[in-house]
């Protein structure tokens, strides 16, 4: 469901009539809907309505769930989805800790789990000393502090591999990064190449529902099996 989100909102479908209007067709002849919903007209509307949502601001999950016993079935944990249920209630964002504006997004990978290179990409002597030691008080893994390619960074820049999606985002968000660079077989170690821009660490927080695996929580932006 994240990937077809980010394929429709990537695509521009929702911006081109004909391909909106194909996309939708096909989703009420395949799918048993309430009757204003599967109204073609309707559904339009309510996609038009979404084009300028932000992949990383949709959170995918899957309903606590206890086993039975049986190895074959599972039942809901209605405690633990309690706060699922009352959110769509209520029409509040969840988890809490999601969500839009100045709120910090979505956020599953602790600092203590995350290694990173320090690199300084400014003129400034010892900046990466600087950046690395503010990292380590918050409790990120900091294995080699060096000087970038070059000293005219103008963005502060997190370089990751692919599958370590979520960390990254996790080190983006503290560092306020502004780009993201995915670098195939980069391995588990990211590169945080500082730039002019650079201003401070901030503090995350983890959601405690993020740590429970039958939740399967993710957002549109990221990969659901990624670290």
Request: some cysteine; aromatic content about 4%; overall charge negative.
């Amino acid at each position: 469901m994240s990937s077809l989100l980010r394929k429709v909102l990537s695509s521009g479908t929702l911006l081109n009539p004909a391909a909106l209007i194909g996309l939708l067709d096909a989703a009420t002849s395949s799918l048993t809907a309430d009757p204003q919903l599967a109204d073609i007209n309707n559904l339009k509307d309510l996609a038009l309505s979404l084009k300028d949502l932000k992949p990383g601001n949709v959170t995918f999950t899957t309903i606590p769930w206890t086993p039975n016993g049986d190895n074959a079935t599972v039942s809901v944990n209605t405690e633990a989805a309690k706060p699922i249920w009352d959110a769509m209630k209520n029409d509040t964002a969840w988890p809490p800790t999601g969500g839009t504006g100045g709120e910090q997004p979505l956020l599953k990978t602790a600092p203590e789990q995350i290694r990173v290179n320090v690199l300084n990409g400014t003129a400034e002597k010892g900046k990466a000393k600087q950046v690395a030691k503010e990292l380590r008080k918050q409790g990120y893994v900091v294995e080699l502090v060096d000087n970038a390619e070059t000293s005219d960074v103008a963005q502060t820049t997190v370089q990751y591999d692919p599958g370590y999606d979520q960390s990254a985002k996790t080190l983006a968000y503290a560092t306020s990064a502004q780009v993201l660079e995915k670098v195939k077989k980069q391995g588990s170690t990211m590169n945080l190449i500082v730039g002019a821009d650079w201003t401070s660490v901030r503090p995350v927080t983890i959601s405690d529902i993020t740590q429970d695996l039958t939740a399967n929580v993710n957002t549109g932006d990221e990969a659901f099996c990624a670290s």
